[in-house]
């Protein structure tokens, strides 16, 4: 691997292109700033927030990356992502080689370089960092790549290797499974996705926003995974509607579960199951998969003019944001610590503020009062302060003694976290789940107490990142060919 | 897509489909339901499954129309396609030999009962099934309950057919002649709700088969969610059915009429 890193480092091309400018030059050079929409238009709009960088930007931003000898970016990848080699395609305006190079190792580059946590991951890793400079835009750059080849409409396909016509069953379609699917697809088998769910892509359409990640994106690179033979089967629950003997039956030789983390955490505290009470992937759903925000559509969805989301991670981000998008006159976070300790991204969190969100940090619900039809119409909030330090490392929120509010509201999303969804659990006999319901894998191979049964994504991690989802379906892809090839 | 293979209409607002889904007729058990969506801006819904044959790999269900998405499978006909559908979903009945097993059904109830008053029956219970409705029209799934069934006590709310009362009338009088082990109810929530209070008085074990509003339908948007025993449930994934004498049926009330203004 490293050695492949050093030997394409030493090709012609990019020798010259080192050359070409000095690195005091590229380190002078600003980090481009991502266009986006006006905040006062797109918090009533559903269209992509960020619009993508031109051409010109994209390529003088690629210039600011210094080729290092040790590519510590690459590190921060979950994929491992040849992140040099892309943004040195970009330099020199060969776009198509650079998105390429993406999906040599990334199955979903458009969704990534949307939807990564870039600052704590590649980005993180740069060097300009030492050098007290901002990093390299790699996060915008792979978008800026996916999105010209697509445009381009000329999609080039990852190498496959020969069928071998051996089938594999996936588990889930969101990014564990879509990836694990892409690189099994790679090796040669024959690979069916089975989802519950009428659409394919898991969380990427359910969950995220469109203004954030537009489901055209997603669907492309769907497609792509068609292109490439991977069969998908919407409609269909294993353990459910089919059972774990029946896919042993139809021949699958292994099965990678990657059903995700679907059960949504409550509180648990007096009035949330008020009406107008709802989690965060009930509200999403109903938005982003069932599309309950257009008129053509049937499903209904509460329109709230005063919305509070409970929660300050992505999930509670997008929520808030999907609220004022639908009318919603006061959106806001209801978070029991301080922002500093908010798990969203920092992009995120400067969107919504732009976006005329309230963040009403360091409080937490402790009730909701209804009217007479059962409908949420006020909380009552605690006021907190930060103490110590606690497990996760953040300061922990502590009750100031009688400090109460009370606050009007009439929706009110509750976005705390998910738990593992316990189907596959309950119905998939020889797992070893966890106390908190998640699979108990080899953290090396990702194999379960089964065998021929590989397992990643949030089921397993309880609830992460898209990205660290794609990292555990290349990583049980690789384990499982290892194991069909060696036995 | 599955094909709706025979259509019957059961009374004025009641459908009955015979739909094709050999996965699902072959995988199902009494208690089960399944998730409907019907066109490409389709709403999902729950439905339960009345009858199975994994010979033919049909499944049959019962649709009372009651909102737009309810009505719009309706109005599908023979030959049509149900665009999405998903399961069999939630736990199957607890069934076993109880004794003497009670089947109170209200309404468009009687369909998800016919296949637990099935089981029940194959398992050695005695089964006694009360059918109840407004009216006479509104009885469905008589002659087909009846195969299941040792006795059958009709109610209607304005005599029309069988005797004039509600259906607890029917179970209290059952209760009174005989030791009755265990009664399964479904059908509107309210009338759950005072079946449940009868039998807690006579102190006769419950269990009531929820129809909330789900998305999903597999544990992940919480929707359903049902205060039983003072704990929050899914019945998606929990249920459908639980101890009657547990559930908060005034909260599910509420939470049923949560999106009528917004449909």
């Known amino acids: 691997m490293i050695e492949d890193l050093k030997k394409q480092r030493n090709e012609v091309w990019r020798e010259e292109l080192r050359k070409s400018l000095k690195n005091k030059e590229r380190i002078a050079i600003p980090r481009v700033k991502m266009p986006e929409l006006e905040a006062a238009f797109r918090s009533r709009s559903y269209d992509e927030v960020n619009r993508g960088l031109s051409a010109k930007d994209a390529l003088r931003e690629a210039k600011r990356c210094l080729d290092c000898p040790d590519p510590s970016c690459i590190n921060g990848c979950p994929v491992e992502i040849n992140i040099p080699k892309f943004i040195k395609n970009i330099e020199r305006n060969e776009i198509l080689e650079a998105a390429k190079t993406l999906k040599e190792t990334s199955a979903l580059p458009a969704v990534c370089g949307r939807v990564c946590p870039q600052e704590k991951q590649c980005e993180s890793q740069c060097i300009h960092l030492k050098m007290k400079s901002e990093p390299v835009a790699v996060g915008y750059l792979e978008r800026f790549a996916a999105d010209y080849e697509r445009e381009s409409g000329s999609i080039s396909l990852p190498e496959l290797a020969e069928s071998n016509g051996i089938k594999i069953a996936v588990i889930g379609s969101g990014p564990a499974g879509l990836s694990f699917a892409g690189d099994m697809a790679k090796y040669g088998y024959d690979v069916t996705v089975f989802e519950a769910l009428h659409e394919i892509g898991g969380v990427l359409k359910y969950g995220i926003p469109e203004f954030r990640l537009p489901n055209t994106i997603v669907d492309v690179e769907i497609d792509n995974l068609r292109k490439m033979g991977v069969k998908f089967i919407t409609n269909c629950i294993v353990g459910k509607t089919l059972s774990q003997e029946d896919l042993h039956n139809e021949g699958y030789k292994g099965i990678f579960i990657a059903g995700g983390a679907g059960l949504p955490n409550f509180m648990n505290i007096p009035g949330e199951n008020l009406s107008g009470v709802l989690s965060a992937n009930e509200y999403l759903t109903r938005v982003n998969l069932m599309g309950a925000n257009r008129k053509e559509t049937d499903t209904p969805v509460f329109f709230g003019k005063n919305v509070a989301i409970i929660g300050g991670g992505n999930t509670a981000m997008d929520s808030v944001r999907t609220a004022r998008r639908l009318g919603a006159e006061r959106a806001m976070i209801i978070y029991r610590r301080s922002e500093e300790e908010m798990p969203a991204r920092i992009e995120e969190i400067k969107h919504a503020k732009e976006e005329g969100i309230i963040f009403m940090n360091l409080h937490n619900p402790i009730r909701y009062v209804g009217d007479e039809k059962g409908r949420v119409k006020q909380m009552i909030l605690q006021k907190m302060e930060l103490g110590e330090p606690d497990a996760s490392g953040r300061r922990r929120p502590v009750e100031i003694q009688g400090a109460i509010e009370t606050i009007d509201v009439d929706m009110v999303v509750v976005a705390i976290g998910v738990s593992p969804n316990p189907l596959i659990p309950n119905t998939f006999s020889g797992l070893d789940i966890s106390k908190w319901g998640t699979i108990t894998v080899n953290r090396n191979t990702l194999q379960t107490g089964l065998p021929e049964v590989f397992a990643g994504g949030d089921i397993v991690r309880g609830g992460a990142t898209v990205i660290l989802a794609m990292g555990d379906g290349r990583k049980a892809a690789a384990a499982m060919h290892r194991k069909m090839k060696c036995g | ?263």
């Open chain 2, 1 to 263: 897509m599955n094909q709706i293979v025979k259509k019957v209409i059961l009374s004025e607002n009641v459908v009955k489909l015979e739909v094709e889904a050999p996965l699902i007729a072959k995988s199902r058990k009494a208690g089960h339901f399944v998730i409907v969506k019907t066109g490409k801006y389709g709403e999902r819904i729950p439905l339960t499954i009345a009858s199975a044959d994994i010979r033919s790999g049909r499944i049959t269900l019962v649709i009372q129309k009651v909102g737009k998405s309810s009505r719009k499978i309706c109005a599908l006909n023979e030959g049509d396609y149900i665009t999405d559908l998903v399961g069999p979903l939630g736990k199957a009945t607890h069934i076993e030999r109880f004794g003497t097993v009670v089947c109170a059904c209200g309404g468009v109830g009687t369909a998800p009962m016919l296949p637990i008053a099935e089981a029940m029956k194959k398992a050695g219970n005695k089964v006694v099934t009360v059918l109840a409705a407004r009216t006479k029209e509104l009885i469905i799934l008589e002659e087909e309950m009846k195969c299941f069934s040792d006795e059958i006590i009709i109610m209607t709310d304005d005599g029309s057919y069988g005797q004039k009362g509600l259906v607890t009338n029917g179970v209290e009088q059952i209760i009174n002649r005989e030791k009755v082990d265990l009664c399964v109810t479904i059908g509107p929530a309210v009338m759950m709700k005072f079946v449940s209070l009868l039998t807690q008085k006579y102190s006769v074990p419950t269990v009531a088969s929820l129809n909330t509003i789900m998305v999903d339908g597999t544990g992940m948007c919480g929707a359903c969610r049902v205060t039983v025993g003072g704990k929050t449930r899914f019945v998606c994934v929990d249920g459908p059915e639980f101890d009657a004498h547990q559930v908060d049926f005034d909260e599910m009330m509420l939470r049923l009429n949560a999106y009528k203004d917004y449909e």
